[in-house]
Nanobody
Framework: QGQLMESGGGLVQAGGSLRLSCTVT????????LAWYRQAPGKQRELVAG???????DYADSVKGRFTISSDNAKNTIYLQMNNLKPEDTAAYYC???????????????WGQGTQVTVSS
């Protein structure tokens, strides 16, 4: 099984931007979907953004218009561009490979360590 390595998190003021990266030790073009998730303290992990290999995307309502998921197959890397960040975006962010966006919590890989995003008001 491959591994997932997230990076790019940090502390940012409200209204700021961050770009998260996720390097996968497998060829991501083999998979039908790629996704980013987040988990805030005391809350369940949730899907933030997903994309399919035919160009489809899906975003949580709370991040629509602010976050953009993309990938670079040559680098086996998944990105999450986050703009206009809000304090409620504070969470640990994780990437993974879901079986499909219809069942986003069914994933192929063990979860990585994630990357922490903290947004101050």
């Amino acid at each position: 099984q491959g591994q997932l390595m997230e990076s790019g998190g940090g502390l940012v003021q409200a209204g700021g931007s961050l770009r998260l990266s996720c390097t996968v030790t497998r060829e991501i073009n083999r998979f039908k979907a790629l996704a980013w998730y987040r988990q805030a303290p005391g809350k369940q992990r949730e899907l933030v953004a997903g994309m399919t290999n035919d160009g489809g995307t899906d975003y949580a309502d709370s991040v629509k218009g602010r976050f953009t998921i993309s990938s670079d197959n040559a680098k086996n890397t998944i990105y999450l561009q986050m703009n206009n960040l809000k304090p409620e975006d504070t969470a640990a962010y994780y990437c993974n490979i879901p079986v499909g966006l219809g069942r986003p919590m069914n994933v192929y890989f063990n979860w990585g360590q994630g990357t922490q995003v903290t947004v101050s008001s």
